[in-house]
Structures are given as C-alpha cells and as structure tokens.
C-alpha cells in the first residue's frame, strides 16, 4: 500500500521539497508521532510472518525438500551399475549430459514444441479474445463453450487426437480423400515432421482457450473512453489495436506466455498418449526422456541430474520473463 | 465561420430508452453552449451524438451546412476532452498530445512546433516526458486540453472536464478554461451537472431534462426567467421557494397571507409559486408582500445565514438568505420581498406563467 503511492508522488516532489523548510520548525514535535509509528510497523510484520509461517512450512515441505533432494542426488550416481545403491560421483552425471545426444535432441524438440505451439496460441487467442470481447448475441454461451477444450483431461484428449490423425481410421485423413486433396492415406503420426505437427495442433487446440480467457480479462480492463478518444483522434480500428490494444495488453500477454512456457516445456501426457516419443524418439520431449531414464533405465542420479538441468532452465525462463514484465509495468502504467 | 447545427436529433437504444428525444440547437463562432441537466437527462448522449461516437436515430448534425452523420468521428474536425481525460497509459504526455497530428501525417517539424507551442500555452513544457500516471489531477486535465487544442479543430466539445479536480482547484481552471475559449473562438459544446460552471463559463445553457431542452438562453436570464418548474429548481443555490399554493379570488393563499395572481381572471385552484432565497430579506416598512413566521433552522454559510422559516398559519416552509449581521426574532420573524422577484408556474404542466402587467405593480 505505502509504495503504491510512488508513482503519484512523482509530480507534486517538487511541491514537498519546497515546503520542507517551513516544517523544519516544528521537528521536534514530529519526531514522537514517528517513533510510535515505527514500533507499529514492527509489530505488525512481527504478526506478518507468524502469519506466513505455516505456509512456509508447507512450501519447505513440497517445494524445497524435492528440490534439495534432487539436487543432492544428481551428484550420485544410483543405477542398476550400482545395483541401485548411490554412490557419490560428483558432476559425473553433468558431464555425461553434455556429451548425451539424446537429451540435446529431446531438448531441441522441447523447444521447437513449446515456441511454435506458445506463438500460435497466443495468435489465435488473441483473436478469440478479440472476438468474444464484442457484443453479440450468446456471448455468454461462446465464452463458456470456448473453454470446453481447456477442461478436458490432457490424456483423454490426446487419445482421441491420436485417433483422429489416425491413418487409417481417422477424421482427417477421411476428410482430406473426400475433397480429393489426397489419394493415399497419410501417416500423420508416422513422420517426424508430420507428428509434430500434429501434436503442435493438439496442444494448440487444447490451451488456446486459456491463453482466450487471460487476453479477455486484459481487454476488458481497458478503458473504453481511450478508444473513443483514439477514434476521435482519427484512429481506424486497426491503428486502434496496434497502438492501444497492443500495448496496454503486454502484461496479460508476457503472464500468459510465462504460464504456458512452463506448462508447455513440461510437456509429458500429451506425447505418451499421442505418439509415445516417436517415430524413432523424434517427437520426444524432454520429461518424457526424463520418465525413461528414470522409469525404465531405473538410473535415478541422471535422471535427477536431466531434472535440475530443466529446472533451472525453466527458473530462466520465468526470470527473464518476470524482468521484461517489470519492465512493461512501467512503460504501460508509469507505476513501480 | 463555424456553425455548428442539431436538428431535431434523437436516439433511441431501446424501446423505452430515449436518452435524447428530439433537440434542436445552433452554436456560432466563439460562442460557448453548456449542456445542463442532472445525470440521467441526455447530455452526454448529445455530445457523444455531436462527436459521432454515437449514431443518432433521427435527425441531423451540421457543421456550416454539412451534414455529418455519416462521417468518422475522426473526420470531423471535433476534438473532446473527456471526463476521465482518456489519457493514453503508455505514452508520455508529448506523445499524448501529438496522436491525432501523427495519425494525420501532420510533418515532423510541424508536430513539434504545435507541441511546443500548445505546451507552452498550458505550461506543460517540463512534462512532455512524463507518462500521465506520474502527473496529478490538474496536469493530467491540461494534457487532455492541450490534446484538444493543437488539433486546431473546429469544434470542441467538453465532457464535465472539471469533475475530477478538487474544488479550489476546479474554480482555477474554471477560470483558465474561460479565457482559453474566449480566444480560440471557436463554438464550444460543454456538458456539466454543475450550475456554477454552466453560469459563469458560457454564453448560452441548455437545461435538459429527459432528453428534451427545457430551455435554451444566456445564463443571466435562466436564472430571472426559469421557463419551467424544473429549470426554477436546477438553477440557483440555495434551490428556489417553490411552493405549491392553493387560489382563492385571484390570490395565491400561505398561511394567512394572499398574494396577487400573475394573471387577472385566473380559474385555477393551484398554482406554484418561486421565490429565491436570496430575493428575500428581513422585512421594512417599505416591503410590499411580507410574511410572519418563526424560524425552525439556521445554516451558517459565513457570508449568509440560510434560515428555514415556517410561515404563520402554514406548514409549508420558506429559506431566505440573509446576511448574518441582521437582526431578527427567531420566534416571530418577519420577512419582505417585491412583486418582481415572484416566478410563478402552472401547478399542472410546469410551465411559467408571466406575470401581466397587473395593476398590483402599477398600485
């Protein structure tokens, strides 16, 4: 509350710094009030973290502990060469992922995953947005119905994409044949490139409603009056968004590719159930390597090492991005 | 030469939502009309009417002969201030003014110059970088003025511009807004609920109410001649007298007194009558109309005394305005005023009823 006002003081500074002169008089008397008001503020951070504790506690317990541990047991190796037993190995296992083909390239499908699936949900999001921000009749309804996707568990919706880029048996291909753009069936899930389109339209179909409904709250947050002055100005509707819309919107848009980088390089359900890492491991994310080595190879240390790497590529991310949201803080609001 | 015209505009966005029936009105060159009424009447539906911001139903907008109902409001020439200022967050105050020169392709040099010299006129010279949130009130009110005058436009239209600012600040740039018009020369449309601004900044008012003109004159003459019991009410503070009084023999009857009816022969039983408080004063010999009463409440303004007197005889109260260093008696006051100083309207349509030259005066 007390920085909130900064922003605001900015102007009338001037105005206090001139006055403070006059006050000098009477600092004597001033002082006291402040003392008291000191020991308040103590007091009262005092109830502040006795307050938070028990949710430190419980952020420590999920959160901290895992980490640590991770942590502490990449620096072992525990596999089946171990017969399951750790043994101390230093950055071995860092080492090994440097040289480890398989996590580069699960590490460059990740990427190209998560920008092309973000990018494409934010385009089309937005115009959803932009769309169920007009009036219309059964606006409320479109709104509803536009998060159906977002609702549905990943793995149920991944079955069924799975079948409808099914060659053999699929809506899609059937489609295509029917309008005669194809005569052979073609195996959407059987080709690196054409899986990965595939999953990329799954995850698109599925997530763009979130990234909707985050942009709507934006727009809804701006003014109407400024596009009426914008209009009266002599704005058109498309100079409009570029040079309102756009930018009173960057936060919500920054928050909304935060949430889904996270999400997206995450990625796990929806890759097992649609093509299970293939063909040839070419659809394979970076989790689900994680799942094998750990799950199958049963290597818990590099398994914990693949971890903390993501981790903390994950932690980059979000801080690079929690500074530019900062940033635009700024520029859009003024405030700090 | 600007004229800016309505004729007969109307909107209607629902079936039983007319904010604005049917208003008819011209302002010239350098003259300022100022739309009054309580919310809810139609002003700011009209001026977004004017501005284009909203398509009237029926009627027309004019400037010089034009019509403009079916021109962009950007294309119009019209530049408004709005109540929230409508400033632009995210650009700083120089960008703020220049927006609707750069959507015009307006010339660098030519931006800057207009800038300068429109900042130089508002005193916003060491502000242009500042974004608007780290501006106060009265800045960020001159911001969305200067974004109006270095249009240059033809007409300006103003939406309760001074709502916002606190009330030593308001009456200042009160003020700077009536000398900066006066020399623009331009017609000016302003919309306020706030008689005070209606009465000292402009040179015509439209009192509106349900979306109709109730009446259309200088300030001075709605004040001396209301045309309804509405305009009589809105206008003046403290609110006028109005009592509504039954007839009995050409006199209007208070309590125990009986004034002459503004109209010889008139048949109906009641009729209202107004009479401001400060047209009233502790009674002389002099007084033609006075009335006893005592006084039930006193409000100290400092300059005046507002007292709230009930009339002998009557249950129905009159406010005068005296000044605090007269003397009366609380329990048996006795109060004057002249014939002249009476409005009187019909107690059914609300309409004023002009007082003929009754022999009353002339006795």
Not at chain 1, 91 to 120: E, H, K, M, P
Not at chain 1, 296 to 321: K, P
Not at chain 2, 114 to 143: T, Y
Request: include cysteine; aromatic fraction near 8%.
């Amino acid at each position: 509350m007390e920085d909130g006002g900064d922003g605001e003081d900015g102007g009338e500074q001037t105005t206090t710094n001139k006055q403070q002169p006059a006050n000098k008089n009477q600092q004597p008397t001033n002082q006291q009030p402040k003392m008291q008001k000191d020991a308040i503020r103590q007091r009262e951070q005092r109830t502040g973290w006795i307050l938070i504790t028990p949710a430190l506690l419980v952020l420590a317990l999920v959160f901290a502990y895992p980490i640590v541990r991770a942590f502490v047991l990449s620096l072992f190796t525990q596999n089946l060469g171990t017969e399951l037993e750790p043994v101390f190995s230093g950055f071995t296992n860092y080492v090994r992922l440097f040289g480890d083909g398989r996590f580069w390239q699960t590490f460059g499908q990740t990427a190209i995953f998560t920008i092309s699936s973000i990018l494409l949900e934010l385009v089309i999001g937005m115009v959803f947005a932009l769309v169920l921000n007009e009036t219309f009749r059964g606006r409320g309804l479109a709104r509803t119905a536009s998060l159906i996707p977002w609702a549905l568990p990943t793995a149920v919706m991944g079955l069924a994409w799975a079948w409808i880029f099914n060659d053999q048996y699929g809506v899609v291909n059937d489609l295509l044949s029917r309008v005669g753009f194809i005569e052979d069936p073609i195996t959407w899930l059987g080709d690196p490139v054409r899986a990965m389109i595939a999953l990329i339209f799954a995850d698109v179909w599925k997530t763009t409603p979130f990234i909707a409904i985050l942009l709507l709250a934006g727009l809804q947050s701006i003014p109407q009056d400024l596009y009426e002055a914008h209009k009266i100005d002599g704005a058109n509707p498309v100079q409009s968004f570029w040079s309102i819309t756009l930018p009173l919107l960057t936060p919500q848009m920054l928050i909304a590719l935060l949430f889904r980088f996270a999400q997206a390089f995450g990625i796990f359900d929806l890759i097992q159930v649609m093509t299970g890492g293939g063909p040839a491991g070419r659809t394979e994310m970076i989790s689900n390597y994680i799942y094998a080595t750990v799950r199958r190879y049963l290597d818990f240390g590099y398994g914990a090492a693949l971890v903390v790497v993501t981790f903390l590529i994950l932690i980059a991310a979000v801080a690079i991005t929690a500074f530019l949201l900062s940033k635009t803080r700024i520029n859009v609001t003024g405030e700090r | 030469m600007t004229t800016l015209q309505l004729e007969n505009l109307r909107k209607q966005f629902a079936p039983d939502v007319i904010p604005v029936k049917d208003i008819s009105l011209s302002v010239e060159d350098g003259e300022f009309l100022t739309l009054l009424g309580p919310s809810g009447c139609g002003k700011s539906t009209l001026l977004r009417l004017i501005a284009g911001l909203e398509q009237p139903t029926a009627g027309a907008v004019k400037i010089g002969g034009n019509v403009l109902n079916d021109i962009a409001p950007g294309d119009r020439n019209m530049a408004m201030v709005f109540q929230s200022y409508a400033l632009y967050p995210h650009m700083n105050v120089s960008e703020n003014i220049s927006t609707s020169l750069r959507l015009k392709n307006v010339p660098q040099e030519e931006i800057k110059r207009r800038i300068a010299n429109v900042s130089e006129k508002l005193g916003l010279g060491h502000l242009l970088n500042r974004k608007p949130s780290a501006l106060s009130g009265g800045q960020r009110q001159r911001v969305a003025l200067a974004r109006a005058l270095v249009r240059d436009p033809e007409v300006f239209l103003l939406d309760e511009p001074l709502s916002n600012l606190d009330a030593l600040l308001r009456e200042q740039v009160r003020q700077e807004l009536k000398e900066l018009f006066k020399s623009q020369n331009k017609p000016v449309v302003y919309v306020t609920h706030d008689q005070t601004e209606a009465m000292t900044l402009s040179s015509k008012v439209a009192v509106l109410l349900d979306g109709i003109i109730q009446q259309l004159d200088p300030p001075r003459r709605i004040y001396t001649h209301p045309a309804n019991k509405f305009v009589a009410g809105f206008v003046g503070s403290p609110q006028m007298n109005l009592l509504t009084l039954n007839c009995n023999q050409n006199k209007a009857i208070l309590g125990d007194y009986g004034f002459p009816l503004p109209q010889k022969g008139q048949s109906a039983k009641m009729i209202d009558m107004g009479l401001r408080p400060e047209d009233i004063h502790i009674a002389t010999p002099e007084d033609e109309l006075t009335v006893e009463g005592h006084v039930f409440l006193e409000e100290n303004f400092g300059r005046e005394v507002l007292l709230s007197v009930k009339v002998k005889g009557s249950d129905q109260t009159l406010r005068a305005l005296i000044p605090p260093d007269d003397e009366w008696d609380n329990e048996n006051i006795k109060l004057g005023w002249s014939h002249r100083q009476m409005h009187w309207f019909d107690a059914q349509s609300g309409e004023r009823i002009e007082a003929a030259d009754s022999p009353v005066l002339a006795s």
